[in-house]
T-cell receptor, first 111, second 115 residues
Framework: SQELEQSPQSLIVQEGKNLTINCTSS?????LYWYKQKYGEGLIFLMM?????EEKSHEKITAKLDEKKQQSSLHITASQPSHAGIYLC???????????FGKGTKLSVKP | SQTIHQWPATLVQPVGSPLSLECTVE??????LYWYRQAAGRGLQLLFY??????ISSEVPQNLSASRPQDRQFILSSKKLLLSDSGFYLC??????????????FGSGTQLSVL
């Protein structure tokens, strides 16, 4: 079965620093999603990638999907305390749109 | 615009008691609906999904069940809770285009503690 591995599991960065979170799949990804979660809250959609080599940006967050569509990265530039939370990658599975998720990366940003 | 409501936000239940969590979606019709559970160290696990009224697919064998009595209502139930049922339960919906590539929108979650 398809699994998503995220790395690192947790990350502590100084405010203003850049960081990257990775998501690797054992199978080709047909839709890769990035979500952010504040502790004890629901998931907020960040970005969706479908095509090999695709890259999307929103404010200071950039997500990329590699050409082979088996790895995605999420890059945050000049991190801020508001970026803190848990970042999860999800992948489409099957024809009904249900997603499987990685275990998440917990990001802490020190002011 | 579409909104998703999930309640209660927190719940503390004794072992062996019944459970009913409710989720409703507004502003869309015939959505796909999902129940996920997030347990410490285990990530987000898909429990059930539904593509229509009365249509439920179960992903993980367990003592939980799901029902969809109305188009935009999804209920997660148990007759007798186990300690291992503790976790953070999330309801989600998608537009249900059937393309296999659909964005999910999540509710705010229910933190269930079984004692």
């Amino acid at each position: 079965s398809q699994e998503l591995e995220q790395s690192p599991q947790s990350l502590i960065v100084q405010e203003g620093k850049n960081l990257t979170i990775n998501c690797t799949s054992s199978k080709t990804l047909y839709g890769l999603y990035w979500y952010k979660q504040k502790y004890g809250e629901g998931l907020i959609f960040l970005m969706m990638l479908q095509k090999g080599g695709e890259e999307k940006s929103h404010e200071k967050i950039t997500a990329k999907l590699d050409e082979k569509k088996q790895q995605s990265s999420l890059h945050i530039t000049a991190s801020q305390p508001s970026h803190a939370g848990i970042y999860l990658c999800g992948a489409s599975r099957g024809g009904q749109g249900n997603l499987i998720f990685g275990k998440g990366t917990k990001l802490s940003v020190k002011p | 615009s579409q909104t998703i409501h999930q309640w209660p936000a927190t719940l503390v239940q004794p072992v062996g008691s019944p459970l009913s969590l409710e989720c409703t979606v507004e502003g869309t019709s015939n959505p796909n609906l999902y129940w996920y559970r997030q347990a410490a160290g285990r990530g987000l696990q898909l429990l059930f999904y539904s593509v229509g009224i009365g249509q439920i697919s179960s992903e993980v064998p367990q003592n939980l069940s799901a029902s969809r009595p109305q188009d935009r209502q999804f209920i997660l139930s148990s007759k007798k809770l186990l300690l291992s049922d503790s976790g953070f339960y999330l309801c989600a919906w998608s537009a249900g285009h059937g393309t296999g590539v659909e964005k999910l929108f999540f509710g705010s979650g229910t933190q269930l503690s079984v004692l």
